[in-house]
T-cell receptor, first 115, second 114 residues
């Protein structure tokens, strides 16, 4: 009974391809996120959705497009992949509270390698 | 904008010894502070959090952290380290004005010697 699950776990692809990463949470949370962890382990938020509505959109190239079909799912589609997109991508979720301070629950990550 | 600094990239500690990981934050108002642990190939797991009240907070796995406003620090401690504590540790700061956007430090890798 995984709380936040991502697929695939590993993704190896060539430059210029388009790929998607899927994320699902069964915690009943309202808010979901995508974080990118680079090769130096630095974690940076990319997007956040609350009840299918985009609330955080950091300075991410528009080749990255999140899609939230319902509040339990947040997928990440990446067009025209570049070498610099190689990283580990983490999905996370949290309940929404009025102070926006709920801890995040993370998936196990998707390691994307672009060759 | 908030920021987090973890000055130590690597720390090696002997099993049974004490551990302290440093975290310094920058934020204009009262921050929400978190410590997460990441084991190899895994996602991040919450160890503990500070929102308000008692400045010494207890977490899981025997960890604790102390919030010191005067030093803008939120250091993580464990009295006696176990081999299973070898992992990457991340400090993070959140702010309600940012819509729960957590800003993470660069992480500290902990190695445990037998």
């Amino acid at each position: 009974d995984t709380a936040v699950s991502q697929t695939p776990k590993y993704l190896v692809t060539q430059m210029g391809n388009d790929k998607s990463i899927k994320c699902e949470q069964n915690l009943g949370h309202d808010t979901m996120y995508w974080y990118k962890q680079d090769s130096k382990k630095f974690l940076k938020i990319m997007f956040s959705y609350n009840n299918k509505e985009l609330i955080i959109n950091e300075t991410v190239p528009n080749r990255f497009s999140p899609k939230s079909p319902d509040k339990a799912h947040l997928n990440l589609h990446i067009n025209s992949l570049e070498l610099g997109d190689s990283a580990v991508y983490f999905c996370a979720s949290s309940p929404r509270d009025r102070y926006y301070n709920s801890p995040l629950h993370f998936g196990n990550g998707t390691r994307l390698t672009v060759t | 904008a908030q920021s987090v600094t973890q000055p130590d990239i690597h720390i090696t500690v002997s099993e049974g010894a004490s551990l302290e990981l440093r975290c310094n934050y920058s934020y204009g108002a009262t921050p929400y502070l978190f410590w997460y642990v990441q084991s190899p190939g895994q996602g991040l797991q919450l160890l503990l959090k500070y929102f308000s009240g008692d400045t010494l907070v207890q977490g899981i796995k025997g960890f604790e952290a102390e919030f010191k406003r005067s030093q803008s620090s939120f250091n993580l401690r464990k009295p006696s380290v176990h081999w299973s504590d070898a992992a990457e540790y991340f400090c993070a700061v959140g702010a309600s004005a940012a819509g729960n956007k957590l800003t993470f430090g660069g992480g500290t890798r902990v190695l445990v010697k037998p």
